[in-house]
């Protein structure tokens, strides 16, 4: 690659970095869209890996520079995060790094602060382990060794004994999975797989879809459908009718086209508020409820969801999940199914909102469907047997066992009179 076309990933890294210090909005699924081809590899390498290790980057910069980073002006943190990642993650030669981050530099005070700080970054080199807190403050330590906001942490190990290996597969990169038809494997090269008339889908995605007991004579409602990785997966199981409903308009017009993609026929789509459903009570016999959450089983996917989510996020999300359960459950005929479904590894976004739930609707009864794993490739079924886990009152893909994205799902019976 040469040293111009070079520059711009490391651009365009370091401004969805300059975004994220300025706390300004960004989208680097856009950036992807405008970068050519040969160049979104490198960038989407560059960006997740800065976010899976900023603290860890953060404390590798502090040591070597003589200015409280929050001083910094944003670019230039951004530009020296970006640096100490290829040094030390990526092994880049120094020479190449430092000369590419006065490249980008605007002027002549930026570059000498710059150079001056990865000139103490290369020559006092020592090892990572250096950089983390080791005392007797087990937070602390896991929040710096995964380079995770320490309420997550927290939020994690108050219901996971096996919190410290799931932070740890949370940091890894994630593996894609892909799905022919009702038959997952591991991706290859998605844009191939893509391009061969595959589907993105997570494991846990997949296996809540198939599970929920989808027959021909059934009509369903996937509330919370777009961008429609369990909708097209619902429409091969070819029950008697589908209908997608989804709040955001821009998301669900993303799915005729993927709907044409895959060769399947134009899906049934309603836009509406699930808080309050635009169908009559018990219009249906299965209900996918993929409800909005932390998303933090996917932060292998997306490592800088781990510092834009707070507690306060958190808390209204809860009141949001147990709202629409309550409310779409009265959509399901007496004997009906609902499959509530989050891509969290928090339990009080999972069995929490499962048990309060069930405490207080006396028709709702929680299926126990064995789970297996049939559908899946031979070649990565160990990769689902190990992940995933029976709870109280569902199964959770474990990211701990193969840093497989976190997901949840809970099968609920509306019982019969
Ligand atoms: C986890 S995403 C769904 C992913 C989707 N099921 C899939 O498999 O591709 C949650 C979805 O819920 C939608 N949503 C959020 N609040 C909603 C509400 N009150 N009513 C309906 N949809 C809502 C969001 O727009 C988002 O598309």
Redesign the pocket.
Known sequence: MSAASAKVYLRETAGILTAFFSAQPFSIKAVLGKLPPEQRGNFREMVSGAFRQLLLLESILKASCDRPLRELEPFVKALLVLSVYRIYFLQDPDYTVVDEANGLCAHDGQKSFVNGVLRNVTRYRKPLEHFIYHGKDTDRHLSERFSVPRWIVEELRVSRGDYASILEGLNQPQKTFVRNGRYLRRAATVQDDLRQGAAV?SPG?FLSVLHLGVGSGHDVL??????????FLLQELDPRSLTG????VK??GTMYAEAERLGLPRPHLIC????S?PFADESFDRL?L????T?SGTFTKHPEGKFLRTPQGLEELLV?QRA?LARTFHLLRPGGVLCY???SVFDRENDGVVAWFCAQESRARVLRPSVGLEDVDASCRHLLADSLEITPHGFFLNPAAHGLDGFYFSFIERQQP
């Not at 409903?245 to 955001?248: K, M, P, V």
């Open positions: 889908i995605g996937d509330m919370g459908c777009a961008p429609g990785a369990k909708f409903c989804d709040i955001s998301r669900l509406g508020d699930g808080m459903p996918y993929d409800v909005p959450c998303a949001t629409l479904a989050t891509c």
